[in-house]
């Protein structure tokens, strides 16, 4: 039979201890539980995965060169802690009796701490059919990157909207009025490419994800129609509030001096999210080519160990992908005011 880990449990840990109680159910209810026999490695030395690991029953032993260093039972101060969190691991972790071990997501307790302790957000203001879609989005990167009290503002300001299959939520060269949230349903995401009839399918996205941001950050025309494939959900923020509480704290600015420095010393790559013809007409020496319109189905071809420098010829396409690559983790800054600033030196192209 698996053990179960209530929050009256998570109450005996620290830092948990110093959550509400209702941000102590909602853990509970994402947490990773493990039963293991005894010799039965927790972690090795090196390991880079960035989770808290706790001993909830039984005994472990850090080790390190071969050597035991500790045991550590449970119930006792030392496990009161997380197990050795410190990333990469500096000890390997055996079991030296069969232990049950619970493992969160780092990225998502600090989240929690964050909330908790600014007072800005509480779990108890979500219902219990707000809950799938709103984890799934709070533990995206971009919302991770937003100052809680933002989130908090974000929240208050959604407008929920029922949806039908077949409604066409954004239409594809109208202007950008609304950012969605997908609370429950699932929609297709489409694209009209000039000289053809039938429209190409980019992606279907389901509860949790979102759209429509591209045309508020860039100022832009609505560059994909959105389209319901079932009854659902929707919550909505105005361009207004999705630019001001939303956008702004992910984007990191850089001048071009100091982004060619960051290229040329191996910390960043260049990436030109203009269409075809401006790349071919002109680009940044080195850059790698991938247009914003396709950015979606194609940025799973790039390294999210890289920090990659946007450009295009503003910065408005710059900002909405971005957003993109913030939203799934990779780290981005923003050519300040475009390719327009790069020497023609340090550009190729058949107009060069």
Known sequence: MSTIISFLDLNNYQPLDSLTPENLKEIAGKLKVLELSNGNPVFTEGDKDDKHIFLHKGNVELIKAGKILKTIAAGTADAKSALAHIIPRNFSCTASSDVVIFKIEADYLDTMLAWNQTGSFQ????????????????????FRRIPPANIQAIFTSLEDIEVNPGDEIIKQGDAGDYFYIIKSGSCKVIRTMPGQ?????????????????EALISDATRNASIVMLTKGTLSRLSKENFLKLLNEPLVDK???????????????????????AEFASAHIKGATHMPLIFL?????????????????????????????????????????????????????????
Do not use: H
Not at 123 to 142: I, K, P
Not at 317 to 340: D, M
């Open 254 to 276: 850089v001048d071009f001096t100091s982004a060619n420095l960051k290229v040329g010393n191996g910390e960043a790559k260049w990436l030109d999210v203009r269409m075809p």
């Open 197 to 213: 009839e039938k429209a190409l399918k980019l992606a279907n996205l389901e509860a949790g994800a979102t759209f429509g941001e």
């Open 123 to 142: 779990v108890e203001e979500l219902n219990d059919d707000d809950d799938d879609w709103m984890t799934r989005l709070l533990q995206t990167e971009a």
């Open 296 to 352: 979606r189905m194609q940025m799973k071809d790039l390294d999210p160990m890289i920090n990659y420098i946007l450009y295009c010829d503003t910065e408005r396409l710059s900002a909405s992908a971005s957003y993109i690559l913030s939203e799934k983790g990779y780290k981005t800054s923003i050519l300040i005011n475009g390719i327009k600033d790069a020497p023609n030196a340090q550009l190729e192209g058949s107009n060069i």
